[in-house]
């Protein structure tokens, strides 16, 4: 009585087994003709890059409408999840009711019979899923597309093991440039200044209260005579919340994280001035009314920056800092990091750990100079242009009014250009806006003045700089009295001379045998030209199994300018991230070899998926003689796994990617027809 199951059973079968093949071929279709579309149109365009017209259209459209800005190829692959999983279960139904009609055979043979060829049947049927499911699969990481249903969660996400980038923290390397302390810094001095460098200038007006009263935004006034300064009342104030900048403290209470803003801070603004002489704010320095932290245990804090700052752009209308440099979508218009307190007080000098040019060496004058010191300094007062004194050129940065560095020569002008505190702010640089002629890159070489002035009758110069240090408040500790001289994160005034003795400076600012600190070299009057290559990279190319903490490095053939190294390298994603990896550079000097590292602090790489990281190189990266990564000759021999270097690229062009003066793009080892970009590299990668 139970023979119409077994015929409709087979026919079933039959009919549910093309179906899934139908299934898996029609949207295997159309997910690879999706992914082909995205990679390979003829005008690729990289919704990596969170400023891209393309990305911001999507923004504009979607968000507005509520609509998910999902990868289409992730939404295929979940729909060809569910219809196999569909199927799959209609198997395991039929398996089931096979073992059921087994079971109450009752010796019967003929149901027996049936029941094994449902079974079998049901088996062929599941197997044939299993293995399209499994081909589906392997197409999927094969794309970097992840196995979990849906995209990541708003907030903080987690691929595998391990957490990757924060919302908002792909504005590190986008809208701010550099902060201290560093992101998940531990042991932190309790008496530590915050420092923020916005990636371009913020209007001051938009974070900063004047206090004071005296106009000028992001200063301190002399207190009265005989009184000490008094940061609340001297001093402007910071504001303090979530849509401009606010300090957290970590807290736990009733077993829940809890975070308590501090009290309040005073606001310093290192301002540099543009083209036109105009004051521009780039760089604030946050000084908490109260040491942070406790003196008993560690204390971690959370530093938000959020979208209320504008930036310094009247001919926008002043837009403010995330809406102008999208960094995520609407929810994410901010930037955090945290950090966490040590028990102890800062109270060790700072001093200068190497100078460039060198101390008594000579130079040509297409050099920028270049101050080492031994930890992070405070910018305020080191930052600016030179005026020119009496006798001396001097470093008086706009609106702070205090003048740290000092410049004497006899036979040349004034330099054009600026100080800058970069490198974690222990690297300090002058780099020339005086163009003297032209690199491989087509892009100006800039020279500081030599044997031009009124009279000069001479090939060379001596250049004398002067670090003048801040005045300790007495003998016994290093605390420097504010607005004194050049000083630590923590206000400790600068050790000159490195012998770990306060020594006070003889009045006038010559004396070089105190904590003042001194040094002279000669400049030339010629232009120095030097190709610069990559010597190594790591991760190495084509590398496997990364790690999410792999530390990503170049090391260059020349000294490197610093500043340089901001703008110079960066990194595609494939497939394209909500949040963009965060990243930020710090640059270490060979002495011996005179080469350079550029060692980037990163978000984490994701693990557990097939991701593909491009690092790109370009000719922004400059040496200190402003010869630029032109040709962009590097290393071209692969990684093997398990290494994850590739052998170094030398002088001699031995392991060298083979770049000449008609073909000036080095594509990950080899330079290909047509190569001649950064996309067109990136899609021959993917094709």
């Not at 837009?319 to 960094?327: E, K, L, N, Q, S």
């Not at 087509?442 to 500081?448: K, M, Q, S």
């Not at 990243?583 to 593909?612: A, C, W």
């Amino acid at each position: 009585m139970l023979q119409w199951i077994s015929k409709n059973q087979r026919l079933f079968l039959k009919t549910a087994t093309r179906l899934s093949i139908l299934v898996v071929a029609v949207f295997a279709f159309i997910f690879l003709y999706a992914n082909l579309v995205l990679s390979q149109s003829a005008e690729p365009i990289s919704i990596a890059d969170p400023n891209s017209e393309f990305a911001q259209g999507l923004q504009v459209i979607e968000e507005p409408l509520g609509l998910p800005t999902t990868d289409i190829r992730l939404i295929v692959a979940n729909v060809i999840r569910a219809a196999l999983g569909l199927v799959g279960i209609v198997m395991v139904v039929l398996i089931i009711y096979a073992g059921f009609l087994w079971m109450t055979a009752g010796g019967n043979e003929e149901q027996i019979t049936r029941a094994k060829k449902m079974i079998i049947n049901a088996v062929i049927g599941l197997a044939i899923i299993l293995s399209a499911y499994s081909i589906v699969l392997f197409a999927m990481r094969l794309l970097g597309i992840g196995t979990g249903a849906g995209g990541p969660p708003t907030g903080p996400y987690a691929v595998g093991t391990n957490v990757a980038n924060f919302r908002g923290s792909g504005a590190l390397g986008i809208a701010i440039k550099d902060h201290y302390p560093e992101r998940d810094q531990t042991g932190v001095a309790r008496n530590t200044k915050i420092i923020i460098s916005f990636s371009r200038p913020i209007l001051a007006s938009s974070l900063i209260t004047d206090t004071n009263g005296n106009g000028i935004l992001g200063d301190c006034t002399e207190p009265a005579r005989g009184q000490s300064l008094d940061w609340k009342v001297n001093c402007d104030a910071l504001i303090l919340n979530d849509d401009h900048i606010n300090i957290s403290r970590e807290l736990v209470q009733d077993g829940q994280t809890v975070f308590q803003p501090i009290s309040g801070a005073a606001i310093l603004a290192s301002y540099t001035t543009d083209a036109e002489n105009n004051p521009k704010l780039g760089t604030i320095v946050i000084r908490p009314y109260d040491y942070l932290g406790s003196d008993v245990e560690e204390t971690k804090y959370l530093v938000r920056v959020g979208n209320q700052i504008r930036l310094d752009d009247s001919a926008r209308d002043n837009p403010f800092i995330f809406d102008a440099m999208r960094v995520g979508r609407a929810n994410e218009k901010y930037y955090d990091w945290k950090f966490a307190c040590s028990t102890e007080l800062d109270e060790k000098p700072p001093h200068v750990v190497g100078v460039y040019p060198k101390n008594n060496t000579e130079s040509p004058k297409n050099t920028a100079i270049q101050i080492q010191f031994s930890e992070a300094m405070n910018p305020v007062g080191m930052q600016g242009v030179f005026k020119d004194g009496s006798e001396t050129y001097y470093v008086n940065s706009e609106n702070e009014g205090k003048s740290y560095i000092y410049l004497r020569k006899s036979e040349s002008a004034m330099p054009q250009g600026s100080f800058k505190l970069l490198n974690g702010y222990k690297t300090l640089e002058f780099a020339s806006t005086f163009a003297c002629g032209v690199n491989d890159c087509g892009n100006n070489i800039y020279c500081l003045p030599v044997c031009d002035s009124v009279g000069a009758n001479c090939n060379s110069d001596l250049y004398e700089i002067i670090l003048k240090a801040g005045v300790t408040i007495d003998d016994v500790r290093w605390e420097a009295l504010p607005f004194s001289g050049i000083t630590d994160v923590s206000g400790n005034a600068l050790d000159g001379n490195n012998n770990s003795t306060i020594d006070h400076a003889a009045p006038g600012i010559a004396n070089q045998n105190f904590d003042n600190y001194f040094w002279n070299f000669t400049l030339k009057n010629e232009v120095a030209k030097a190709p610069l290559f990559l010597v190594d990279v790591v991760p190495g190319l084509d590398a496997e199994n990364i790690q999410p903490d792999q530390p990503w490095q170049m090391t260059f053939s020349n000294r490197l300018l610093v500043d340089s190294a901001y703008s110079g390298v960066s990194i595609e994603e494939k497939p394209p991230q909500d949040v963009p990896l965060w990243k930020v550079p710090r640059v270490e000097y060979s002495e011996s070899s005179n080469t350079s590292t550029i060692g980037m602090r990163h978000g984490k790489f994701l693990d557990g998926l097939r991701q593909y990281y491009f690092p790109i190189v370009t000719s922004d990266i400059v040496d200190v003689n402003f010869n630029c990564f032109y040709p962009g000759k590097g290393p071209k021999v692969k990684a093997v796994s398990p290494s994850v270097v590739s052998p170094q690229c030398s002088a001699d062009d031995t392991n060298c990617c083979d770049v000449n003066a008609g073909s000036a793009f080095c594509c990950n080892g080899a330079v290909g027809a047509g190569t001649n970009s950064s996309s067109t590299c990136l899609d021959s990668f993917l094709e």
